[in-house]
């Protein structure tokens, strides 16, 4: 009976059809992942605004507040440096679950703290969900998008963190202002989110291909190209200066405006971070027409004119001009960190990348973490305005030598001789 052979592989492709797990379509899962990455990093800003509120509970000191802080960019850079590149081995979807659920865990554990250790154990748990996902997660949303809209993926994987701290901050600091419970609504909600997603993830197609490896990519591997390590070193400073700046404002700026400005709002706390991070964010929009060199100039020379405005209203007491300060700071913030990586990425071939960027990833989380609990631990015999002096005006000075670096590159580069390291 011939017809039966046709008829055959029709009932053999319906049931091959049938068996086979229903994904969500590309046009959903794009929107659905670059969501996701964005509530990672509203969550990491999440905490900023209501560390006040857990130093006035429990009644810990400024330096195991940054130790709470800096103890998130640490475990964020090892679990990256570990795990960063385990999704190229057995995809992007087991390894975006697993953070995800231990995103949800760390969630459950802010509304469980009680004590500063607690909020301590919260950060570590949070850092390594988040660090586990950024390589995973900002590949994937890549790879997501429509393929006329690959540009748009990356856009967007570039300018989520900035903007998901941003927003966390200033939510976190109205839920602070207005909420009886701020801590349980801000954290249940993320829980709920995160839990949402995992669940949520666990539908989307996966978009690489599984293949051996995946022991050996757990070894960390950190280095710089030859062709790239002039730049890097030349973009040293600037690296310093931005990352730094972030770790200043994500640690004490809201206990500046408890104690130097005499202003106790969650509102305000939730602006110090908001308004660096969405100029931040803004920036390599706003610069994206300029080259690459003279952008980073531009971003470092902000980054000092904040600065100097912010040590002004230091030395005022000027709330606006802090505000104002923030955010030309926060200009530089996210138009030299683009610019930089946008110079290096280049000058690595595509075997190389990944290893250039985890080089980045050391330089910029230390620089986030360490200065910011050093500075937590000065306080105490310093006092926080000297301290916060002192951090801003050694941040100048770096930011000072970046520039000069720099501009001595396009001086040579236009010159057409070669710049040394």
Same mark, same amino acid.
Request: charged content about 10%.
């Given at each position: 009976?011939?017809?039966?052979?046709?008829?055959?592989?029709?009932?053999?492709?319906?049931?091959?059809?049938?068996?086979?797990? @229903?994904?969500?379509?590309?046009?959903?899962?794009?929107?659905?992942?670059?969501?996701?990455?964005?509530?990672?990093?509203?969550?990491?800003?999440?905490?900023?605004?209501?560390?006040?509120?857990?130093?006035?509970?429990?009644?810990? !000191?400024?330096?195991?507040?940054?130790?709470?802080?800096?103890?998130?960019?640490?475990?964020?850079?090892?679990?990256?440096?570990?795990?960063?590149?385990?999704?190229?081995?057995?995809?992007?979807?087991?390894?975006?679950?697993?953070?995800?659920?231990? &995103?949800?865990?760390?969630?459950?554990?802010?509304?469980?703290?009680?004590?500063?250790?607690?909020?301590?154990?919260?950060? $570590?748990? &949070?850092?390594?969900?988040?660090?586990?996902?950024?390589?995973?997660?900002?590949?994937?949303?890549?790879?997501?998008?429509?393929?006329?809209?690959?540009?748009?993926?990356?856009?967007?994987? !570039?300018?989520?963190? #900035?903007?998901?701290?941003?927003?966390?901050?200033?939510?976190?600091?109205?839920?602070?202002?207005?909420?009886? &419970?701020?801590?349980?609504?801000?954290?249940?909600?993320?829980?709920?989110?995160?839990?949402?997603?995992?669940?949520?993830?666990?539908?989307?197609?996966?978009?690489?291909?599984?293949?051996?490896?995946?022991?050996?990519?757990?070894?960390? @591997?950190?280095?710089?190209?030859?062709?790239?390590?002039?730049?890097?070193?030349?973009?040293?400073?600037?690296?310093?200066?931005?990352?730094?700046?972030?770790?200043?404002?994500?640690?004490?700026?809201?206990?500046?405006?408890?104690?130097?400005?005499?202003?106790?709002?969650?509102?305000?706390?939730?602006?110090?971070?908001?308004?660096?991070?969405?100029?931040?964010?803004?920036?390599?929009?706003?610069?994206?027409?300029?080259?690459?060199?003279?952008?980073?100039?531009?971003?470092?020379?902000?980054?000092?004119?904040?600065?100097?405005?912010?040590?002004?209203?230091?030395?005022?007491?000027?709330?606006?001009?802090?505000?104002?300060?923030?955010?030309?700071?926060?200009?530089?913030?996210?138009?030299?960190?683009?610019?930089?990586?946008?110079? #290096?990425?280049?000058?690595?071939?595509?075997?190389?990348?990944?290893?250039?960027?985890?080089?980045?990833?050391?330089?910029?989380?230390?620089?986030?973490?360490?200065?910011?609990?050093?500075?937590?631990?000065?306080?105490?015999?310093?006092?926080?305005?000297?301290?916060?002096?002192?951090?801003?005006? $050694?941040? #100048?000075?770096?930011?000072?030598?970046?520039?000069?670096?720099?501009?001595?590159?396009? @001086?040579?580069?236009?010159?057409?001789?070669?710049?040394?390291?």
């Amino acid at each position: 009976m011939p017809s039966s052979c046709p008829e055959l592989a029709v009932a053999t492709a319906d049931v091959a059809a049938r068996s086979k797990p @229903r994904r969500l379509p590309a046009s959903v899962g794009f929107p659905l992942l670059a969501a996701v990455l964005f509530a990672f990093f509203f969550a990491a800003a999440a905490p900023t605004p209501l560390f006040v509120v857990f130093q006035h509970a429990w009644g810990f !000191s400024a330096s195991m507040l940054t130790v709470a802080f800096a103890i998130y960019a640490i475990a964020l850079l090892i679990s990256l440096l570990v795990a960063g590149s385990l999704s190229d081995h057995i995809g992007r979807r087991p390894v975006v679950l697993a953070a995800l659920v231990l &995103q949800a865990v760390a969630m459950g554990l802010f509304v469980l703290a009680e004590d500063i250790a607690g909020l301590i154990g919260a950060r $570590v748990v &949070q850092g390594v969900a988040t660090g586990i996902a950024s390589g995973a997660l900002s590949a994937a949303v890549v790879e997501a998008a429509p393929a006329s809209r690959k540009r748009l993926g990356a856009m967007i994987t !570039s300018v989520s963190p #900035l903007a998901g701290l941003a927003v966390g901050a200033l939510l976190t600091g109205i839920a602070v202002k207005f909420t009886a &419970q701020p801590v349980m609504l801000v954290f249940g909600v993320l829980a709920i989110v995160f839990a949402v997603g995992a669940a949520v993830v666990l539908w989307m197609p996966e978009t690489v291909t599984p293949r051996p490896g995946a022991l050996a990519s757990l070894v960390p @591997r950190v280095s710089i190209p030859m062709r790239a390590r002039a730049d890097f070193v030349r973009g040293l400073p600037v690296f310093i200066a931005v990352w730094a700046l972030g770790g200043l404002y994500l640690s004490l700026a809201p206990s500046l405006m408890l104690h130097v400005f005499h202003i106790d709002n969650g509102v305000v706390n939730g602006l110090t971070v908001a308004v660096l991070s969405g100029f931040g964010a803004l920036a390599p929009t706003l610069l994206g027409r300029f080259p690459a060199p003279r952008t980073v100039v531009f971003g470092a020379a902000s980054i000092a004119i904040g600065l100097v405005l912010l040590l002004a209203s230091l030395a005022t007491k000027s709330l606006a001009l802090f505000f104002v300060g923030t955010a030309i700071a926060g200009l530089g913030f996210g138009g030299a960190f683009s610019a930089l990586v946008q110079t #290096l990425a280049p000058l690595a071939d595509s075997h190389e990348r990944g290893e250039l960027f985890a080089a980045i990833f050391v330089v910029c989380y230390l620089a986030f973490s360490l200065p910011a609990m050093l500075a937590g631990f000065l306080v105490k015999p310093l006092g926080l305005l000297n301290t916060v002096e002192g951090y801003a005006a $050694v941040l #100048l000075l770096i930011a000072a030598f970046g520039i000069w670096r720099q501009r001595a590159a396009l @001086r040579g580069n236009a010159r057409g001789l070669p710049v040394s390291e």
